[in-house]
């Protein structure tokens, strides 16, 4: 796929809704690509021919994995919106969890009324800081299937301010800072202002997994652990990170994206993970470790070197990822364990 138009398309729809990457891996249309967002198309290659005619069984796959259409074999790669943690508050204890959120690399938007704290919530790391009445900033935040809510305020009203537009959204977790009985009184008042109740039970009050925390880093630590274990606890792949479509947005010589398709035994990344290789031999994202630490090198040096077989491909390319298959034990589009890499 061109890299602009992914990064258009996944970009301008804020990866919202559930999506479906199919690739055709081998037979006259090799290469031919569609994509889907909730079952409609949303963009494909003019030589998707094979893949439209084969539109219904596309948009009944669940799971990312191989498809047999036509007697040939395709990649169908399922994937979700970007995980995005919104945090209403700009305590110690919020700061502290925009910190830790930023090292597993996962977006933040946080708010605060007051612009002493927006400013420690900037300086925290956050990627968007709203400063405004929480209820008012809350107006702009649409919420989504990938949208973790942690309502860290100062004030029972900010806490229940917060939590009557938040409950109103689609969210993937709701978790609210507070004692047991702080957070009973809240449940029972969203009761009273006609919260649907399936939401209001759903709440995580109070906040985060139970460790024992004492100080504000480990009670944010307590809360991540939580959002993590709910994020991970649904089937999914790794799809887009936005540092990968700022890179595939930003690139303008050709690159190398590489993406598991498959996997056996004990390797660390999951079906979906992606590895953009640069010309230069960097990378953005990656495939795994061990010997996969050495493949932006090899392959940024090979890559983008002439000469050029018949179909256009860097012979020297072809080589390097040959020798790294060899190196690997491993079998291009293999349904066992594979790496399918593409021209970005």
């Not at 493949?295 to 090979?302: D, E, I």
């Not at 020798?323 to 890499?341: C, E, M, Q, W, Y």
Request: proline share 4%; with cysteine; net charge negative.
């Amino acid at each position: 796929m061109n890299r602009q138009t992914l990064a258009d398309v996944l970009q301008s729809t804020n990866q919202t809704g559930s999506y479906t990457l199919a690739t055709v891996l081998e037979g006259a249309e090799a290469g031919s690509q569609l994509l889907l967002r909730d079952g409609d198309a949303l963009w494909q290659t003019q030589s998707a021919e094979l893949l439209q005619r084969q539109l219904a069984v596309l948009q009944a796959c669940t799971a990312t994995g191989f498809l047999t259409l036509e007697g040939q074999r395709v990649f169908a790669e399922r994937f979700g919106a970007v995980p995005q943690l919104v945090v209403c508050g700009g305590g110690h204890v919020a700061a502290a969890l925009v910190k830790q959120a930023k090292l597993l690399g996962i977006p933040v938007l946080a708010i605060d009324d007051r612009e002493e704290f927006a400013q420690q919530l900037r300086a925290a790391g956050a990627d968007t800081v709203l400063c405004a009445p929480f209820a008012q900033a809350l107006q702009d935040v649409p919420g989504g299937s990938e949208t973790y809510f942690a309502v860290l305020t100062r004030s029972h009203v900010f806490d229940l301010d917060c939590l009557t537009r938040i409950l109103q959204k689609p969210a993937a977790y709701v978790g609210m800072m507070g004692s047991r009985k702080r957070a009973a009184l809240v449940h029972t008042q969203l009761a009273e202002l006609g919260l649907p109740q399936e939401r209001i039970d759903a709440l995580h009050a109070p906040i985060g997994l139970s460790i024992g925390a004492k100080t504000a880093q480990e009670i944010a630590l307590s809360i991540l652990a939580e959002i993590v274990s709910v994020k991970n606890s649904r089937q999914q792949t790794e799809g887009f990170s936005p540092a990968l479509l700022a890179a595939l947005e930003q690139q303008t010589a050709p690159a190398v994206l590489a993406t598991i398709v498959g996997r056996h035994g004990s390797t660390p990344r999951e079906e979906g993970s992606k590895m953009l290789v640069l010309p230069d031999g960097s990378a953005v994202g990656s495939v795994g470790g061990g010997i996969m630490g050495v493949v932006p090198g090899v392959m940024g040096v090979a890559a983008f070197a002439p000469p050029l077989d018949d179909a256009g491909n860097s012979v020297k390319a072809q080589a390097a990822l040959s020798d790294i298959v060899g190196r690997l034990n491993l079998n291009i589009f293999h349904p066992r364990k594979s790496i399918l890499a593409e021209q970005a």
